[in-house]
């Protein structure tokens, strides 16, 4: 799921970024404000495919995911956040992030 998050944001490919996610997620996103960022964003759009995994936390029904992420452009490193959860019976996407 990692890998088609950062090939979709790398792409600005919207509608493919967000297929995985949860219909919880869906409804709280701005999608205009999501897409304004997918633009502005040098490092949304420029990520480097090659990432690291740091480590998994457990919280009651969810799992978070840590990776080092990097930039083709930019210098250093960012963390990147996924959390994971079932819906209806699907592992589905309920929070991503690069901080």
Do not use: C
Request: aromatic share 14%.
């Amino acid at each position: 799921m990692w890998d088609d998050l950062i090939k979709y944001s790398n792409k600005g490919q919207y509608g493919k970024f967000v297929r995985k996610f949860s219909y919880e997620l869906l409804l709280g996103l701005n999608e205009v404000e999501l897409g304004k960022q997918f633009k502005r964003s040098v490092l949304a759009r420029k990520l480097s495919p090659q990432w690291d995994y740091l480590g998994i936390i457990r919280r009651g029904e969810h799992v978070t995911v840590l990776y080092r992420v990097r930039s083709t452009e930019k210098e250093g490193e960012w963390l990147g956040r996924l959390v994971l959860g079932y819906e209806k019976g699907e592992i589905k996407i309920f929070s991503a992030s690069i901080f």
